[in-house]
C-alpha cells in the first residue's frame, strides 16, 4: 500500500469524524439548542468526548501503512487499547447527546481499524458488543423501537465494512506470499545455473590441464631437441613446435570463449533474478564484464539480492529498489537501498544475520542501516583475488 493511499485512507476518516458535526452546525431540526441546552457540565463532557475520539484515532492510525500492510505487532496493544478508548468516546457521545443518532458513524471508524489487530471472530464480537451498548445508550433519547433499528442498522454497517478491510487485507497478504513464493523460485533457478556453472568451470579447468599440459609438455621436448641437433637438422623439430603452438593457442582461445560466455550467463542469471517482480521496479547496475571469482561468492551475492528484494516487498512501501555491483581494485562493493520505508523499529532476522555469517566466511563483512528517510540501506563488501 502506498504512502498516498494511506494518508487519504487516513485524512478521509478524520474528515468523517468532522463531519459528524455538520448536522449540529448547521442548526438541522433544532439539534445545535438541543446540545447547548444540555448544560455546562454535559456539554463539557459531550465535546471532550469529541475532541478525544478525534486525537485518539489520529494517535491510532499512526504509520498505517505499514500496519495494514503486514501488522505492527510491536504497538498491537497499545492500537487496541486506543480503539477501546475510541469506542468509550464514541458512547459518552450517544449517550450525553446522539444527535438523533448521527454521531453512532463514529463506531464504524472503530470497525474498520480492527481487522488488522484481531483475528475475525473477535472482531465479530468486539462489534457485536459496541452494537449492543450503543442501542442501550440510545434508548433514553430515541425511545425503544428506533434505538433497537439504529443498533441494528448500524452493526451491519460495521460487519459490512469490517469484512471489507478484512478481505483486502487477506488478499494484500496472499498478494505478498505469492511474491516470496516468486522471489523463492527465482532464487532456486539462480542457484540451479550458478551450480550449472561451476560445473562448467571446472571442466574447462580439467580441459585446460590435460591438452595445455600435454602440449607444453611436448613443446619443451621438441625445443630442448632442436637446441641440442647439429643446424641443418633443426628445421623439422621448430616446425612441430610451432605446430603446437597453434594448438595451444586454439585452446586458449576456445577457453577464452567458454569463459566469455560464462559472463554473459553470469549477467543473464542476475536479471533473470531482479526482472518482473511484481509491483517493484528495480533498478541493477553491474560491470559488463563481472563474473564471480568462485561459486561461494556467486552464491553470497546472489543471496544478498534476494534478501534486498525480500526486505523490500515485505516490509517497505517502495515503488523502487536499486541494486549496484561495483568491481574495485580489491574488493567487491554490493549495495541495495529502496525509495520505501520501514515504518517500524528495525530488528535484523535470521536472513540478514544469515547473510553476516556468510560474508565474514568469505573474509568480507556486511552493513546494515536504517536511513534518515527510513529506507533500509544495505553494503557489502568482498574480497576479490589477484
Known sequence: ???????????????????????????????????????????????????????????????????????????????????????????????????EGDMTILLVLVAVLLPGLLAWPWVKLWIGAQSLLLFVVLIPELGFGKAVYTGLFLAMVQVFCAMLVHLLTRERLARRELGDLHLQLRFAQAQLEEA??????????????????????????????????????????????????KLLLSDVRASVTTLRTAQEDWLHLTQMLVESVPGLDIQFHCPAQFIPDSAPQARTLLRFFQEAMTNTVRHAQAARLWLRLEHCSDKLIVSAHDDGTLGLPFCPGNGLTGLHERFAELGGALTVRVRNDGALHLEGQLPVSG
Request: proline letters at 5%.
Open 1 to 99: 500500500m502506498r504512502n498516498a493511499s494511506v494518508t487519504a485512507m487516513r485524512w478521509c476518516g478524520l474528515l468523517a469524524w468532522l463531519c459528524t458535526l455538520l448536522p449540529v452546525n448547521f442548526d438541522l431540526a433544532g439539534r445545535r439548542d438541543t446540545l447547548v441546552n444540555l448544560g455546562s457540565g454535559p456539554l463539557e463532557l459531550w465535546m471532550g468526548a469529541f475532541l478525544g475520539f478525534g486525537a485518539l484515532y489520529w494517535s491510532v492510525t499512526y504509520h498505517l501503512g505499514p500496519w495494514l500492510k503486514h501488522g505492527d505487532l510491536t504497538r498491537r496493544t497499545a492500537r487496541l487499547t486506543g480503539c477501546a478508548l475510541m469506542g468509550l468516546c464514541a458512547l459518552t457521545l450517544n449517550a450525553t447527546y446522539s444527535s
Open 196 to 245: 550449472a556453472r561451476e560445473r562448467e568451470r571446472l571442466r574447462i579447468s580439467r580441459e585446460l590441464h590435460d591438452s595445455l599440459g600435454h602440449h607444453l609438455t611436448v613443446l619443451g621436448l621438441e625445443l630442448e631437441f632442436a637446441a641440442q641437433v647439429p643446424p641443418e637438422q633443426v628445421r623439422p623439430p621448430v616446425t612441430r613446435a610451432l605446430a603446437l603452438n
